[in-house]
């Protein structure tokens, strides 16, 4: 068991949120049949739309914090 705000707890959630990015990027930019060189713009765009997006918990925005 990990106690939270330590070190090992921030990692997991950092690897949580990555994933859920790149899960996002991918299904992005498989949907709209684009090619992989544009990763990089497609990892803004996600950033952007994923920090204005209202939690369901706090039912407000990471941006808004």
Do not use: F
Not at 33 to 52: E, Q
């Amino acid at each position: 068991m990990i106690a939270p705000h330590t070190p090992q707890h921030n990692g997991i959630a950092k690897m949580k949120k990555k994933k859920i990015l790149v899960d996002m990027i991918n299904a992005m930019l498989l949907n709209a049949k684009l090619p992989n060189n544009l990763w990089d713009g497609a990892l803004l765009t996600i950033c952007h739309i994923h920090n204005r997006v209202p939690s369901k918990k706090l039912n407000i925005s990471p941006y808004e914090v």
